[in-house]
């Protein structure tokens, strides 16, 4: 018997994003304009954004992360999130849920924010 609660072996713990969606590219460019106040990187270099998925109507659900629970901005990074993608042309409503699964990790950093943290 499987625990309901345990992902189903072959899932990923990352849901994909819509990368094929017209608007994906201009929408993750919205989330790099934003940064975590403690980071000189944006949150999408820093691998916070897990997952841009993008549906017919153009609603936007972002699932993030943020480095640490006790993250001092937890309650406003969400907004801030809201507030760069909504003008964004096309998008119809968009919708950030904060995860803890998987924990971030410094592997989740892109090449770039890894050079410009100086841990390459």
Same mark, same amino acid.
């Given at each position: ?9 072959? #899932? ?6 819509? /990368? ?6 201009? %929408?993750? =460019? +919205?989330?790099?304009? $934003? ?29 993030? #992360? ?6 001092? /901005? ?6 801030? %999130?809201? =507030? +760069?993608?909504?003008? $964004? ?32």
């Amino acid at each position: 018997m499987t625990n309901a609660s345990e992902p189903l072996e072959g #899932t990923p713990l990352i849901a994909p994003s819509s /990368v094929e969606h017209p608007l994906f590219d201009q %929408i993750a =460019d +919205a989330c790099k304009s $934003v940064y975590d106040p403690e980071i000189p990187v944006n949150i999408y270099e820093l691998g916070l954004i897990y997952t841009i998925d993008i549906n017919a109507e153009n609603e936007v659900k972002i699932i993030m #992360t943020l480095t640490a629970p006790g993250c001092p /901005v937890a309650g406003e990074m969400p907004g801030w %999130i809201v =507030d +760069a993608v909504s003008p $964004v042309p096309g998008v119809k409503d968009v919708d950030v849920e904060i995860t803890w699964e998987p924990p971030w990790g410094m592997e989740m950093m892109s090449d770039e924010a890894r050079l410009e943290l100086g841990f390459m």
